[in-house]
T-cell receptor, first 117, second 118 residues
Framework: AQKVTQAQTEISVVEKEDVTLDCVYE???????LFWYKQPPSGELVFLIR??????QNEISGRYSWNFQKSTSSFNFTITASQVVDSAVYFC??????????????FGSGTRLSIRP | GAVVSQHPSWVICKSGTSVKIECRSL??????MFWYRQFPKQSLMLMAT?????????EQGVEKDKFLINHASLTLSTLTVTSAHPEDSSFYIC??????????????FGPGTRLLVL
């Protein structure tokens, strides 16, 4: 069975600090996809990144970076120099092979991130 | 990028009434649509998967007779909450998948519908 664990329920940091959100997943599939989504107070999900299981390269996008390690089944997300606008709930998610109509996205429980000015 | 809309964005209804929520893919054809439910401060839980022209597949514990899903066209899926009760109050989110291709995210999420049952 697939499972996504986000052990950090809430994190609060002061603006400009770096913060890492942890994500650990379980799956028996050899091909799978990992995602991070941001959910601001408005509720609308904002897609941040998708990574397939064959691509372990870390990725950086501006202040955001992701560390994918298959050996530890982790896909952690780091925000550098955090800003108040980064305050939101962040979800890590997992799905099976992309082009299967039966595949579905399994979400972690989310981490509520608060950035204090 | 692909856009998915939901209507209405919020709805308040009396207990016992039925509520219909629409999910539309605006610039692509969605062969598969998903319906999620999110209670306050909780994660998104998949309710059902609907494929155009066929019956929806419901997740364990979701009452198919209470949550009616219709995916009659490649751009529209509807979720009807029948005989709604206060415990059905939640944030309902749909997503749509374009199996013909797509770079980036595999599913495109709608903005959600907040349902409050009094």
């Amino acid at each position: 069975a697939q499972k996504v664990t986000q052990a950090q329920t809430e994190i609060s940091v002061v603006e400009k600090e770096d913060v890492t959100l942890d994500c650990v997943y379980e799956t028996r599939d050899t091909t799978y996809y990992l995602f991070w989504y941001k959910q601001p107070p408005s509720g609308e999900l904002v897609f941040l990144i998708r990574r397939n299981s064959f691509d372990e390269q870390n990725e950086i996008s501006g202040r955001y970076s992701w560390n994918f390690q298959k050996s530890t089944s982790s896909f952690n997300f780091t925000i550098t120099a955090s800003q108040v606008v980064d305050s939101a709930v962040y979800f890590c998610a997992l799905s099976e092979a992309e082009y299967s109509s039966a595949s579905k996205i399994i979400f972690g429980s989310g981490t509520r991130l608060s950035i204090r000015p | 990028g692909a856009v998915v809309s939901q209507h209405p964005s919020w709805v308040i209804c009396k207990s016992g009434t039925s509520v219909k929520i629409e999910c539309r893919s605006l610039d692509f054809q969605a062969t598969t649509m998903f319906w999620y439910r999110q209670f306050p401060k909780q994660s998104l839980m998949l309710m059902a998967t609907s494929n155009e022209g066929s019956k929806a597949t419901y997740e364990q514990g979701v009452e198919k007779d209470k949550f009616l899903i219709n995916h009659a066209s490649l751009t529209l899926s509807t979720l009807t909450v029948t005989s709604a009760h206060p415990e059905d109050s939640s944030f309902y989110i749909c997503s749509a998948r374009d199996l013909r291709g797509g770079v980036g995210e595999t599913q495109y999420f709608g903005p959600g519908t907040r349902l409050l049952v009094l």
